[in-house]
């Protein structure tokens, strides 16, 4: 394994690979993420990407043209992707890739939040990328919904959107990625695309940090079908894509930063035109691991739903707060609202909100015992990190 300081992050990439074309060095895992890294950004501004027409596709190169600071993404990440898509589109790489068939959707009323965009590759290829959660709190609570429902919405039209853009296309093979509940969306459409695009057009779909699945979703024929062309990608400390189940293979990946903050992809450490792997995960990200997956497998399907509803019902005020920005806009006056919302709340819901913590309490204080006896370096340390877990998604 190569010492950290001969690694790079994607930045590096682009400036000591860039000038590689496709028909040089093949299509990889870092420009899977580099294109999902684009997908967060905003382009409602750009009619003309909406189109499904292949002839409208318009190159990287041009629609950052139109971009400003108005457009920046959309995700949870506090970083600027612009600067990222710029630097791609000035390279040889890059340069020529095209991009058609933007779609962003919201629908509260069905709890949906879905954004995907794609690209024409050089080589002949199409690439689905689907946007991760943003700050809607919509898109959150479908989050949680995957947690008990057989599928959510956003699954659901992942998959409607990747037959429709193959259709589009369809003298060019097909792969598929996304990062954090993009990933998730991916990895699902993969899974249920139909037998004949997964086994003959299919090249691989990439979830970069994205939850799993309920176990019925890796039983299925589908999954069997295209296992050996999922590629999952897992840094050392994230909490994010080890929620729900992992039986496909994964790969464990180093980061420049520690615990949540290894989610950002722009922080994944690169070795020539791969990842650096690591053997396994952290101790302490092991811990927080067994902490969510024994709390989740306690819950029934129903209190899992009551849970989320619950929840929801006081984050968004009776239904006044739609962003995490509004949330956090609203400071105390917020604080207050979530407050009285609960006070006002019956006193089934408010048990069932005091039992399900308590019993994810408990577990975190097992396992913090359990790791304790197993002499971890520092148990404080790994609390703080379990902590961490606990705020998560």
């Known amino acids: 394994m190569a010492e950290k300081n001969n690694t790079t992050v994607v930045w590096d990439y682009l400036r000591w690979r860039g000038d590689l074309r496709l028909s040089q060095d093949g299509f990889n895992e870092v420009d899977n993420l580099l294109l999902c890294i684009v997908s967060y950004i905003d382009f409602r501004r750009v009619a003309r990407l909406r189109n499904f027409d292949p002839s409208y596709a318009m190159s990287i190169g041009d629609v950052c043209d139109l971009l400003t600071e108005e ?30 068939a933007f779609e962003d959707s919201y629908d509260e009323e069905k709890v949906m939040q879905f954004s995907a965009v794609s690209f024409l590759l050089p080589d002949e290829s199409v690439f689905v990328a689907y946007r991760g959660t943003d700050t809607t709190l919509v898109g959150w609570v479908e989050d949680f919904n995957m947690s008990f429902m057989t599928a959510v919405p956003a699954q659901l039209r992942a998959t409607e959107y990747a037959v429709e853009v193959a259709g589009r296309v369809p003298h060019r093979d097909l792969r598929i990625g996304g990062h954090s509940k993009g990933g998730n969306l991916a990895a699902w459409a993969a899974i249920h695309l139909p037998e004949k695009l997964q086994t003959k057009r299919l090249l691989a779909a990439y979830n970069n940090d994205g939850p799993g699945f309920d176990k019925s ?177």
């Open 217 to 393: 979703v890796l039983e299925s024929d589908g999954f069997a079908r295209v296992a050996e062309k999922l590629h999952t990608y897992i840094p050392e400390s994230s909490a994010v894509g080890m929620l729900l189940e992992h039986t496909e293979d994964y790969t464990i990946i180093d980061s420049t930063t520690v615990s949540l903050l290894q989610h950002e992809p722009l922080s994944w450490n690169v070795l020539g035109n791969r990842f650096m792997y690591l053997g396994k995960r952290s101790e302490a990200a092991q811990l927080g691991d067994n902490v969510i997956r024994e709390w989740l497998a306690g819950l029934t399907r129903e209190e899992r739903q009551e849970f989320v509803e619950t929840l929801h019902q006081l984050l968004s005020a009776g239904g006044k707060i739609k962003t995490l920005e509004d949330l956090h806009s609203g400071g105390l006056s917020s604080g207050i609202a979530l407050i009285k919302e609960y006070a006002g709340a019956d006193e089934d819901k408010k048990k069932m909100l005091s039992d399900l913590v308590g019993r994810l309490a408990v577990d975190a204080k097992e396992e913090l015992r359990r790791a304790a006896g197993e002499k971890l370096k520092s148990v404080g340390e790994d609390f703080r990190q379990v902590l961490d877990k606990l705020r998560i998604v």
């Open 71 to 100: 457009d920046e993404q959309r995700g949870l990440s506090p970083e600027d992707y612009i600067p990222v898509m710029r630097a791609m589109a000035a390279t040889p790489r890059f340069r020529d890739v095209k991009m058609f």
